[in-house]
């Protein structure tokens, strides 16, 4: 297995400009975690989702990022619009669940807003 | 909600010199404590967890150790090396049954710094 694939790995865009980020989770894994990283707050939870569901929503930090999930294979963390104080590095994880709760984690997605 | 604090939040030490790292954690119903290492640029990875039932667990250069009645539990790594060099990050979570579903909070982070 490749592991969480995220994409794309940099992403520079202009404020006010629309961003979508994307997770392939490992196959076979339930639970899917997005994480911003970021010098100041270090590793915020966003949201996460458990069989295809949003299960917590609640560090979603603004109405301006939405989050999917529409199949076991697939999310997608979109922001818009951009704002510069959006600018960190964007995990996605995914865990087996049930009693395994190892996260593994993609590449990141290293988000610059200017 | 469950809330994890760590410290220090920069460490520094001599190769060959032991590193403790050390994390609390609120929710006493927390029974998973995995610590990440993220080297600079990469992803986070685990490197060893602890489930409550268990005090102690080695595995080579590194331990940890978990007080479920103080709510704390630590990372030591012996013999440190410069390739030890990193953030390491705690995290607490409840076993994925229930309506947990894994959910990890991490600390804040430590940069671990090891000087040769």
């Known amino acids: 297995d490749a592991g969480v694939i995220q994409s794309p790995r940099h992403e520079v865009t202009e404020m006010g400009q629309e961003v979508t980020l994307r997770c392939k989770p490992i196959?076979?894994?339930?639970?899917l975690f997005w994480y911003r990283q970021t010098m100041m707050r270090g590793l915020e939870l966003l949201i996460y989702f458990n069989n295809n569901v949003p299960i917590d929503d609640s560090g979603m930090p603004e109405d301006r990022f939405s989050a999917k999930m529409p199949n076991a294979s697939f999310s997608t963390l979109k922001i818009q619009p951009s704002e510069p104080r959006d600018s960190a590095v964007y995990f996605c994880?995914?865990?087996?669940?049930?009693?395994?709760?190892?996260?593994?984690f993609g590449q990141g997605t290293r988000l610059t807003v200017v | 909600g469950e809330n994890v604090e760590q410290h220090p939040s920069t460490l520094s030490v001599q190769e060959g010199d032991s590193a403790v790292i050390k994390c609390t954690y609120s929710d006493s119903a927390s029974n998973y404590f995995p610590w990440y290492k993220q080297e600079l640029g990469k992803r986070p990875q685990l490197i060893i967890d602890i489930r409550s039932n268990v005090g102690e667990k080695k595995d080579q250069r590194i331990a940890v150790t978990l007080n479920k009645t103080a709510k704390h539990f630590s990372l030591h790594i012996t013999e440190t090396q410069p390739e030890d060099s990193a953030v390491y990050f705690c995290a607490a979570s409840k076993d994925a049954g229930g309506t947990s579903y894994g959910k990890l909070t991490f600390g804040q982070g430590t940069i671990l710094t090891v000087h040769p």
């Open positions: 196959s076979g894994h339930n639970s």
């Open positions: 994880a995914s865990s087996p669940g049930r009693r395994n709760t190892e996260a593994f």
